[in-house]
Structures are given as structure tokens and as C-alpha cells.
């Protein structure tokens, strides 16, 4: 027997992305690569049907047979080698390359663009006091819905996609109906000064969805019920405005401010949970790991349709477990001070981990919807990413030659979008952690964009007035 054709093992310990072992160390050849180990790992989990994984040692991605990983990188075959399994989306999303529709429509720069959860209709906001309701099939205007008396600064649809609410530079709210473009009830008013962002409870804990919550300038966040159609918690406590808010699927909110501080209120009475301190500046951005399941609801890239609120309810709180697995939920803060913080907030008050790495504010931060990933926008024009579950630097996204102001995920998790001052749209592969689009066609500053759940069309919208749709 020739000496080249021996076979040489390496101990390998599998665990997923939370640090869990899958079973005990394990001899394995080293000649074998990412589909060897997707069989193992598939038996290991005991998974009827196979499901395609990526392979990490040291936060990098293994793409050969692990001889030649261990060559390259000189590393000792008498140890133990840590190799992380990372669950892959089943379906694949096209990134998208062209302009497939330009709509005039609004009379001033549009400032918010938001997708429905099943990604049939398309929102937008806009300096013209309006929201805009899309047609995605006939990409015309459906509806112009009026009743703002100032700009329409953010929007949020129901996570069971029968509600719409926009909020306005004025501080007030309006719910609409989306199939209709009509106002549901007056406007509703409470906040003193603008609204800086609206989320709606999630579908798991509530269906039908019927109650919201708003952020303001004015310092407070409140909680709004549609069908009593008035403010029924007010959440006081931060000294200055409060720049974001989310609500979590664990039922919990948690507000951002410009006193440096995030708030965690629980939901029934009002009352402060936790504070969250150690940004030097202004929070701008706050990310859930499960944001894009709260989003979704029920709805996911099938088109699956539901009859009843009952089962809808049903089907999200599934999504919602399967997504959240064991762990606990994460949040991601980003601020004014350069910095973002990791946060695991059921269990401790302190942040997990410091992100640093920006030159200048950081504006956006997202999670992937599998929560593998952090996505951070900022003012020093470039995209970052970061694992989602340790907070640690991965890779810079550079070629935006403007501040980045959002940004945008595509539902398997692969590829990231992004939109900037300096008038393009950019889609990153998250595997190569380079460019693979650029799209340029605006002519002027991009402030929104957004990529639909059912992963086949991009929508942008900023100072040049137009609503852009992009295709695959």
C-alpha cells in the first residue's frame, strides 16, 4: 500500500451557532469537505428530511475538504477542531438586477416604503403628506390616502397584513384599510411632536392583530388598540426622544432613545421592566434576532393563504418557535456613538458584546431573518456585518460613495440590500462578502428601500419623488 493513499482523521466536535455540542467529538477523514459533513450532520440531528448546512471553523466558512483547510491554515490535527453548523434557507432568492418599473405618483420625496407580510401590495410614505398603496402585479397605484396635514415619516403594516398605520412629522397616527385606501376612524393623536417609528404586536400573541406601538420625539412611546381607536398605555420614562421601538415576541417592548438609554416595558400596564445602559450617544436603531418572523406572521415565500385568524395565529407562533429555537431573543442597538452593542436583555442588563468598528453614526441595524447575521448601516458609507449570535465582526461591504441610510434583507438570509445618499441601491452576497448588484437609476438620494417576504421584488423610493421596483 503507497504511503499517499493513507487516509489521515482529525477530531472534529460539531455544535451549532449557539456554542450547543452535537453529540461527542468524532474521527473524521480529511479528505472529507461541506457535502460529507452535511450527510453527518444531517444524521446527527436524526432529520427525516436532509437539510443543507454551512460549515464554520474560526468564523470562516469551510468551501474545501478539511485537509486543505488544515494545510493552509497550519492547524494541529492532535487537537479537538471546533466546526459549526449553520442552517441554510431550503429555497433559494434570486438577487435582483433590473429596474422593472418607475412610478411617478408622489409630489415630494418618499420617505418610508414597507411591503405587506404576504408581499402582495407595496406602502409607501411620503413629504406630500400621503401614503401610497401599490398594485405589485399591475405595478400601478392602487390607492393615494389621504388625511396627514404633515410629512408621513414612517409606516407599518399588521403582521396579518389587514392594517396599515402611518405616522407624521405632526404626531399624529392614522390606521387604514388597505383594501379599501380609506381611513379606519379618525386620526389618532396623543404624541406632542413626531413620530419616530411604529411596531406592531406580534400576530403569535394577538390575532386578528389589533394592537401597535408608537415612538415620538416628544419623549414618550404609547400603545395603541384599533378597535377601541385610542391610546390606552402611555410609556414615560426617557428624558429625551425616543428614536425607535420594537415589540418583541416574548411580548416585551423596548424603546430607544437620545438619553442614551433602551427601555424594556411589559405590555399590560406600563410598567418598566429593565434599562439598558452603555451607548455614550444618541440610540438610532434597535434590531430584534426575530424581527423578520414578527414581521411575517403566518405569511412566508410559498404564498401560503389562511382562513381564519385562529390559524394564522397558529402557523406564526410556529414560525416564531422554530425560528427562536432554545435561545432567548437578542437585540442589536446602534448609535450616534460609532458603536453597537449585542444584547441577550431576558437575561442580563449588561450588553454581550461591544461592536465596534464604524467611523461615523451608525443609522440601520437588522438581523438576517434566520438571525445568524447583523446587518449595520452608517454615515461612513459603508454596510458591516456581524454574527448574529457572538456580535463579532465578520466582514465591510465598501462601495457606496454616500452616508448609508437602510437596509434591507432577502428572505433566505443570503443576500443584503442597501440604500444610500449617493443615489444607487447595492445587493452584497453574505457567502462571498462582496457586491453582486449594483443598481443604479434614482436620480437622487435613496431613503427607503425594502425587499419583499416572498423574496421577488426590491422596492426604493427617495428625494427624486419616484417609487422604483426592482425584479430578479
Partial sequence: MEADTVVNNVICQFTDPEGNSLGPPLYLPQNAGPPQLQQIVNELLKNEEKLPYAFYISNQELVVALETYLEKNKVSVEKVLPIVYQPQA?????????????IAGHSEAVLSVAFSP???????????????LWDLNTQTPMFTCTGHKNWVLCIAW???????????KAGELQCWDPRTGKPSGNPLSGHKKWITGISWEPLHLNSPCSRFVTASKDGDARIWDTTLHRSVICLSGHKLAVTCVKWGGDGIIYTGSQDCTIKMWETTQGKLIRELKGHGHWVNSLALSTEYVLRTGAYDHTGRTYSSPEEMKKVALERYNKMKGSASERLVSGSDDFTMFLWE???????KTRMTGHQQLVNHVYFSPDGQWVASASFDKSVKLWNGIT???VASFRGHVGPVYQISWSADSRLLLSGSKDSTLKIWDIRTRKLKQDL???????FAVDWSPDGEKVASGGKDRVLKLWMG
Avoid: M, W
Fill in 391 to 393: 456580535g463579532q465582526f
Fill in 345 to 351: 436583555p431576558a437575561t442580563s442588563k449588561h450588553p
Fill in 118 to 132: 404576504d408581499g402582495r401590495y407595496l406602502a409607501s410614505g411620503s413629504g406630500d403628506t400621503t401614503v401610497r
Fill in 158 to 168: 399588521s403582521p396579518d397584513g389587514k392594517h396599515l398605520v402611518s405616522g407624521s
Fill in 90 to 102: 431550503v429555497f433559494r432568492i434570486r438577487p435582483v438586477n433590473r429596474c422593472s418599473a418607475t
Fill in 440 to 446: 443604479p437609476g434614482h436620480e437622487d438620494e435613496v
